[in-house]
């Protein structure tokens, strides 16, 4: 590879070797109005602008006129707005919207506090932080499917181990003593009052990692000067985290918040795997109601107009979050909205907006806000309680007294959260290497004897699970394939090229990248089955860039960003073509990036449902998480199969993070800073 020359130095200063902007007279005039690579960027964007349009913006145009309409037998009516009208009266639909809303607002709140203390847990380690955090992560990494039908068995009154560990600790009669749960043994899932509750912990449980990731990386980032100026005043440990790292974190806290409660509001994996909304309508989010409307009883247009409805709320955050992840990239922006209110407003804020959601959970939950209140109130008081006995002693000098209590109280802290953690996962590896016998008969519960392989004998033997499984590795690595290809054309034009409506593309990528599927599944029903393509995996290839190729363009965006042009400007000056320039210099120095997109594609195509779930029926085209579910039948779950194949479903993705942890550090750290 040739390098910069110093004998070329001017040549590279000279508006031969280097076009000026628009305004100069070496452009033609298509360049001075287009952009002056206009003409490249077609080619490099033209596949990632056709599978947005035709995947997403289209379809939800589609699904617009579709809500317009109501199935009479074979034929399609116009209604107008008839759909949207009968929702005011619907209450199925009004206790969608609530469940969902409950869902997420107890979900985001039990996120952001366990997922901030064990932030500063791992921030304030010395050693083995790397591997705790591997440890903590392995919820967010492993398949939904999985996360749902452990749980499932743990809370199974008859097989699982919650209750009876619960009973055996004592813990359970207490929390019956309080009133927490109504009578004991509780039944998790069939229960009106504990199905929500049950739902909110698994969901807690899977998101903790992702909130104490991207915590951990914002208290990296807090300059430790401010800290250190802090101690030499005086500052107590409180003080310093109320004062200086709260607000540090600020900016990553609302970026996280509101990203998640997007994916959060708009779940329906989870709860379908878990209970199908059931007891009742307990637990059903409005996706669920969207989905009985129009796949279950052949209404697309009520369907359509369900999340729909939806869309302004969605749309609020959406934009929301949009301005705040581009804001990093305008200086001073980030205290532009603390500058429109004093002091006083800026202070009273916090409080009005806490006050306020609760009233509104007290109002949407009664039932559930004064149990999520007395359990969270516990964990903040003993924290508070435990950070402030630090406090005192080292002001009065003690400082042996101190680092005594906070290396103990983090240590039973740090015990309990990996507990938490593992818990489930040991449970799913241990029940996948127990016999039938052992399951039924209750023997043995915490340690097989002895350990069997019939689980996965019988997995095999009789069951499509192989063909599953092969479903699966074709479709996401088809998807995978065709994210990165795309998305290393699309990111690296909009990183560096000169185009009108650069910026403009790229918000419209970061939008896409952050709406729901939920929006989406209905109307890619509609062209996948105008198409012919229902019942096969093509219409999982044709479906699965819609959120795979927006978020691998975003990182890649901001990858290809950090890599210094010179190298670049070096390899035009000696001849070599921008497309040359690209696969030469810049895909072999983006190959973090490039791993850190393939593996996270891979991932979340191997994991995904709702698609898989809506486009195939048949056995011979499903793939591993809609395989699972239909291996229950009824009341019939076999508890050691399910394990077995949660076992063979997470091998491969726990080995592809733990192989590519450094290359992930690396694309998502470089993506971050300047996406």
């Not at 033609?28 to 602008?49: C, E, H, K, M, N």
């Not at 039944?187 to 992702?210: Q, R, T, Y």
């Not at 790292?245 to 795997?273: A, E, Y």
């Not at 399910?642 to 993506?671: D, N």
Request: aromatic share 10%.
């Amino acid at each position: 590879m040739t390098v910069l020359r110093p004998k070329r130095t001017e040549l590279t200063r000279s508006p031969q070797a280097r076009p000026s902007p628009g305004g100069s007279s070496s452009l033609t005039r298509w360049q001075r109005l287009l952009g002056r690579d206009w003409r490249l960027a077609v080619v490099f964007i033209g596949p990632t602008l056709l599978l947005v349009a035709g995947l997403i913006l289209v379809p939800i145009a589609d699904s617009v006129v579709t809500s317009t309409t109501e199935r009479h037998g074979a034929e399609t009516a116009f209604v107008g707005l008839a759909n949207y009208t009968a929702l005011i009266g619907d209450a199925l639909f009004h206790k969608g919207v609530l469940n969902s809303f409950v869902f997420t607002a107890y979900a985001e709140i039990f996120k952001v506090v366990f997922g901030l203390i064990a932030a500063l847990m791992l921030h304030h380690m010395r050693r083995g932080k790397a591997v705790v955090a591997g440890v903590i992560l392995l919820p967010w990494v492993i398949p939904t499917v999985v996360t749902a039908f452990t749980w499932r068995s743990l809370f199974d009154p008859i097989f699982g181990s919650v209750n009876v560990l619960l009973t055996d600790s004592g813990i359970g009669p207490a929390l019956a003593a309080v009133g927490l749960v109504d009578r004991w043994p509780a039944e998790w899932l069939s229960d009106p009052a504990l199905a929500m509750p049950a739902v909110i912990l698994v969901n807690v449980w899977k998101g903790i990692p992702f909130f104490t990731v991207t915590f951990l990386a914002g208290l990296k980032a807090i300059d430790s000067n401010l800290h250190e100026a802090a101690m030499v005043d005086g500052a107590s440990p409180w003080q310093r985290f109320v004062h200086i790292t709260l607000p540090g974190l600020r900016p990553v806290m609302i970026v996280t918040v509101l990203l998640s409660s997007i994916w959060t509001f708009n779940n329906f994996d989870l709860i379908w795997l878990m209970t199908q909304g059931g007891p009742g309508d307990a637990t059903a989010p409005y996706v669920m109601v969207a989905y009985s409307k129009a796949i279950q009883q052949l209404q697309l247009g009520a369907g359509a107009a369900v999340t729909l409805v939806m869309l302004p709320i969605i749309a609020v955050l959406v934009v929301i979050l949009v301005r705040l992840m581009r804001r990093g990239d305008q200086p001073g922006a980030a205290d532009l909205g603390r500058r429109r209110l004093s002091p006083a407003q800026r202070k009273a804020l916090p409080w009005v907006v806490v006050a306020a959601g609760v009233l509104l959970l007290a109002w949407a939950s009664p039932h559930i806000v004064w149990k999520a209140a007395l359990v969270l109130g516990v964990f903040v008081a003993v924290t508070a309680a435990v950070g402030r006995l630090v406090s005192v002693l080292a002001t009065r000098g003690n400082r042996l007294a101190a680092r005594l209590v906070s290396g103990t109280g983090s240590g039973v802290a740090l015990l309990a959260l990996l507990g938490f953690v593992l818990a489930p996962l040991y449970w799913m590896t241990i029940t996948a290497f127990k016999s039938d016998d052992q399951i039924v008969a209750r023997t043995d519960d915490l340690w097989p004897n002895p350990w069997s392989t019939e689980q996965f004998t019988n997995l095999f033997s009789g069951r499509a699970f192989g063909t599953w499984y092969v479903n699966t590795v074709l479709v996401s690595v088809a998807s995978t394939v065709i994210a990165l290809v795309c998305a290393a054309l699309a990111g690296y034009a909009l990183a560096r090229l000169k185009f009108r409506g650069s910026q403009s593309f790229t918000v419209t990528i970061l939008l896409t990248y952050v709406m729901p599927g939920a929006l989406l599944f209905i109307p890619l029903y509609q062209l996948v089955s105008g198409i012919g393509l229902n019942d096969s995996l093509w219409s999982l290839v044709l479906a699965y860039p819609t959120f795979t190729l927006p978020f691998a363009t975003w990182l890649l965006v901001g990858y290809f960003k950090s890599i210094p042009a010179d190298l670049e400007e070096a390899a035009l000056v000696d001849g070599c073509t921008r497309f040359g320039a690209f696969t030469r210099i810049v895909l072999p120095l983006a190959k973090p990036g490039l791993l850190a997109v393939a593996l996270f594609t891979l991932t979340n195509a191997w994991n995904e449902f709702l698609f898989a779930f809506v486009f195939i029926t048949k056995d011979d085209y499903k793939t591993l998480p809609v395989g699972m579910q239909s291996m229950i039948f009824g009341d019939v779950v076999p508890q050691g199969q399910l394990a077995a194949a949660s076992l063979l479903i997470s091998i491969p993705v726990v080995l592809m993070y733990g192989l590519g942890q450094r290359f992930l550090t690396e694309g998502l750290t470089a993506g971050a800073v300047k996406g």
